[in-house]
C-alpha cells in the first residue's frame, strides 16, 4: 500500500512540473504571435544587433560609433519593426560598457532610456511621415537622455563635464546623423514600408 502512495506521489511530482512547462510554453507561443515574433524577426534582429556590436567592439571614437549605432536602431525598426529596434537598444549600451565606449556604468540606463525612447517614437510616428519621424526620434532621444542626466545630477552622482556632453548634447548629432545613414540606406533599398513585426498595426 506505501509504495502505491509512493508511486502516486511521484507522478503527481513528475506531473506538475511538465503541465507548469506546458502552461508557460503555451502562453510564450501566444505572446509571440501577438508580437508577430518569428523566425524571420528573429534572425533580422540577431543581425542587427551583431553588427551594432561588431562596429563597438572597433573602439572607435563616440563622433563616429555613434552615428552608426543609431543608424542601426532605426533601421532596426525600418527594417524588421519597432520591437526590433527596441531590443538592439537595450543590448549596445551594455556593449558600450564592456568595450570601454561608456566609461561610467550609471549612465547606462540613460543610454538605454535614450534609445529606447527613439526605437518607439520613430515606430509609431513613422507610418505619417519617416523624415519627420526620425527628427521627432533623434530630438526625443536628447530630451529623455538628457533629463536622465539630470536627475543623476540632482542625486549627486559625481559626472564630469566631458561625460555631461556626451551624454546630452552630443546625443543629438549622433543621433541625427544616424537618422540620416538610415534613411539613405533605407531609400536605395526602397524599404520605407516593410512587413513589419511589433508593430501595433501589424
Known amino acids: ?3 502505491k502512495v509512493t508511486n502516486a506521489k511521484m507522478s503527481v511530482d513528475l506531473f506538475v512540473p511538465a503541465f507548469t512547462f506546458l502552461r508557460i510554453d ?3 507561443r501566444w ?6 515574433i518569428d523566425t524571420a524577426f528573429l534572425t533580422r534582429t540577431a543581425l542587427m544587433a551583431a553588427l551594432a556590436v561588431a562596429f563597438q567592439s572597433l573602439g572607435l571614437q563616440q563622433f563616429i ?3 552608426v549605432i543609431n543608424a542601426v536602431l532605426y533601421t532596426s525598426v525600418g527594417l524588421v519593426g519597432t520591437l526590433s529596434g527596441v531590443l538592439v ?4 549600451p551594455w556593449v558600450a560598457l564592456v568595450t570601454g565606449i561608456l566609461k561610467f556604468p550609471p549612465v547606462v540606463p540613460v543610454v538605454i532610456a535614450g ?3 527613439l526605437a518607439l517614437v520613430f515606430g509609431i510616428l513613422k507610418r505619417t511621415n519617416t523624415y519627420l519621424a526620425a527628427l521627432a526620434a533623434a530630438v526625443a532621444k536628447y530630451v529623455v ?9 540632482a ?3 559625481p559626472l564630469k563635464p566631458p561625460v555631461i556632453a556626451s551624454m546630452t548634447v552630443v546625443q543629438l548629432y549622433t543621433a541625427l546623423g544616424g537618422a540620416v545613414i538610415s534613411l539613405i540606406a533605407m531609400r536605395s533599398l526602397q524599404v520605407f514600408k516593410p512587413r513589419r513585426h511589433g508593430d501595433s498595426q501589424g
Not at 505572446?31 to 508577430?36: A, G, N, Q, S, T
Not at 537598444?89 to 549596445?92: A, Q, V
Not at 537622455?145 to 545630477?153: N, P, S, V, W, Y
Open 1 to 3: 500500500m506505501l509504495k
Open 26 to 28: 503555451r502562453r510564450l
Open 31 to 36: 505572446v509571440m504571435k501577438r508580437m508577430k
Open 65 to 67: 560609433t555613434g552615428p
Open 89 to 92: 537598444g537595450l543590448i549596445t
Open 115 to 117: 534609445n529606447l525612447t
Open 145 to 153: 537622455m538628457t533629463a536622465g542626466i539630470k536627475i543623476l545630477l
Open 155 to 157: 542625486q549627486q552622482v
